[in-house]
């Protein structure tokens, strides 16, 4: 069976530990794990800073 319609989304809660927020995914490229490209770059940079701290 095929489906016709508008295309098809996901939807997610924002993968930042201190972010309440919910995205919706339309599939243009990976998948979606935050709900702006600031909590994105927040858990990137705390990323990046605990590696280097350890090191």
């Known amino acids: 069976m095929q ?6 989304c996901a939807w997610g809660r924002c993968a930042a530990a201190d972010c309440d927020h919910f ?10 794990r935050f709900c702006t490209p600031r909590c994105a770059t927040r858990v990137r940079v705390a990323a990046h800073r605990a590696h280097h701290a350890t090191g």
Do not use: A, C
């Open 3 to 8: 489906r016709h319609g508008g295309p098809l």
């Open 23 to 32: 995205f919706v995914d339309t599939g243009r490229r990976s998948p979606q």
